[in-house]
Nanobody, 120 residues
Framework: QVQLVESGGGLVQPGGPLRLSCAASGSGFSIYVMGWYRQTPRKVRELVASISSNGRIRYADSVKGRFTISRDNAKNTVYLEMNSLKPEDTAVYYC??????????????WGQGTQVTVSS
């Protein structure tokens, strides 16, 4: 059984920074891709950033140059450093991991979501 625990959301003023983290717990799996998605009531869930096990990184165009994704493989943790935050970054942010279990089966897991609100 794999669990994802997210932390770091909250209220921040426009232009400010915020850091999200997501730790995967459990055993008997290998993580391939770790990523962050976000969702608002008016939009479908969208990819914010992802990082693969070999370090390949993708960003949404709207966050390029402002957000940085990284991962600590020893801790099975992915981070999202968010800078120069804008009100339009307000959303629930979800962690996602793509992993393979001991039987060679691939699964995707979602975190519970953490609210990020950018407002003065």
């Amino acid at each position: 059984q794999v669990q994802l625990v997210e932390s770091g959301g909250g209220l921040v003023q426009p232009g400010g920074p915020l850091r999200l983290s997501c730790a995967a717990s459990g055993s008997g799996f290998s993580i391939y891709v770790m990523g962050w998605y976000r969702q608002t009531p008016r939009k479908v869930r969208e990819l914010v950033a992802s990082i693969s096990s070999n370090g390949r990184i993708r960003y949404a165009d709207s966050v390029k140059g402002r957000f940085t994704i990284s991962r600590d493989n020893a801790k099975n943790t992915v981070y999202l450093e968010m800078n120069s935050l804008k009100p339009e970054d307000t959303a629930v942010y979800y962690c996602n991991v793509d992993l393979e279990n001991a039987l060679g089966q691939r699964y995707g897991y979602w975190g519970q979501g953490t609210q990020v609100t950018v407002s003065s």
